[in-house]
Every structure is written in C-alpha cells, then in structure tokens.
C-alpha cells in the first residue's frame, strides 16, 4: 500500500516562511510525478506546484511562482515545499499528491495518490 503523510503546517505571520514535508511510504515505486495542492473554505482544490521524479522538472501556479519551491529527495522518500513570503490568501489546507505516470501536470484529477493534508495558517 501507498501512502502520503503531510508535515510541517501552522500558524504565521504575513511575510513568514513555512516548509511542509510529504513522506512516502509503502511501494513508493508506484509514484513518479509529485504535487502540491491547497484548499481554503468554500473554494475548490488548487494546483501549487508538481515536480518530476528526477527532480530536474517543475511547474507552479502564477500565485506562488518566485514565493514558493518545491523539491525532492528520493533517497528519503519525500517532496518538500518551501513557502516565502505568505500572505493570508494562502491560508488553506495544503495536500501532496503523487502520479503513477512521469508527466508533471496541474490537473487533480490526474493524480492517483493523495495525503490526508496539513493546514497552514496566514495571520495578517
């Protein structure tokens, strides 16, 4: 069995930096592409950012690009994301995901794995 496990959310001040952590587990060979996804009340799921499983590919939304990084390190089974910068607009419950296939797309429903989430606070 597959699993996701998010870490690394909580409470900050507008301007501060958070890095959430998503560790895999299981057969950890069943994903490639990775992402991250967010969900504040009332609005539907967002694509963050999708990296490739070498590591040497991402994509991000236009609200994150130059605030935001996302990485890898195989060796450890998880996919980090760096947040700069937050703003209270990015207070939402984050969620990583992971694809069977290599293309790193920003489509949710083209991902087959997900965590169960982690929330992550902006106060202004």
């Known amino acids: 069995q597959f699993q996701l496990v998010e870490s690394g959310g909580g409470l900050v001040q507008a301007g501060g930096s958070l890095r959430l952590s998503c560790a895999a587990s299981g057969r950890t060979s069943s994903a490639n592409a990775m992402g991250w996804f967010r969900q504040a009340p009332g609005k539907e799921r967002e694509f963050v950012a999708a990296i490739s499983w070498s590591g040497g590919s991402s994509l991000y939304a236009d609200s994150v690009k130059g605030r935001f990084t996302i990485s890898r390190d195989n060796a450890k089974n998880t996919v980090y994301l760096q947040m700069n910068s937050l703003q209270p607009e990015d207070t939402a419950v984050y969620y990583c995901?992971?694809?069977?296939?290599?293309?790193?797309?920003?489509?949710?429903?083209?991902?087959?794995?997900w965590g169960q989430g982690t929330q992550v606070t902006v106060s202004s």
């Open positions: 995901a992971a694809r069977r296939l290599h293309s790193i797309v920003k489509i949710t429903t083209l991902y087959d794995y």
